[in-house]
């Protein structure tokens, strides 16, 4: 339990970077995502083959992590898109109502009784965004996708652990970020119709915060939380990634300044 712990915190303070990741790379929220999951399905499979953890999944199950990996997608996109047109700290602080989404929601999946606290908790972050929009409401449109994004977040989370057990963590990102790649690839000729002139090429910066978004933030994040998964409840982790807008609000406050 201490160890799963232990783990969901590491994984909270490396999400947090990818706000200011987020911030940082020029490109558009879709084209962004579409590198992101891109690189760490690649690096995955080299680690996977190298450590020879490759095993078959049951057709069930890999429908499963389809959907998780669609929903991931998705996700990030909002979650990029609430940076992009708010800024990193408001797209964190939305990202926090998760755990309302998660009160509700992993009842109905894993047929357990609903805990009142833990709706207390999830409402108290739900005020606290709604308080942000009333004094900020210039950033509307980027609090919707904060919100969007942390739905999506509470679903897969959920979904995410029903299966953690059954298979290696690393083998489920594989196949998460695999899905959700494709996911993104059909999605994305819609953007550059409507947006013909998206920058689709990294610049040269671009590629180094990739790089650490996709190794650091992605598959070393997303490997220690999915086994974490396995030994806590889904409200236990998702309450955890609330501490993620205080590394990433301190972080964009050391990288953006007062900006962010």
Known sequence: MKKALLQIHLAVLLWGFTGVLGRAITLTAPVLVWYRMLMTAIFMAGILYYRKQWQPIKRRDLGQLALIGCLMGIHWVAFYGAIKFANASIALVCLSTASIFTSLL???VNKSRYDYKELLIGAMALAG???IYRFQEFYGLGILFGVIAAILSSVFTVLNKRIANKYPARLMVFYE????????TLL???QLYYQPQT????????????VVLSLCCTVWAQ?????????????T?????NLEPVYGILLAFVFFNKKD
């Open 106 to 108: 992993d009842p109905l």
């Open 129 to 131: 965004v709604y308080l």
């Open 177 to 184: 970020m695999g899905t959700g790649w494709l996911l993104i």
């Open 188 to 190: 994305l000729p819609l």
């Open 199 to 210: 920058a689709i090429l990294p610049t040269n910066m671009d590629w180094i915060w990739l």
């Open 223 to 235: 490997s220690l939380a999915l086994n974490a998964l396995k030994h806590i409840s889904s409200f």
């Open 237 to 241: 982790a998702t309450l955890s990634v």
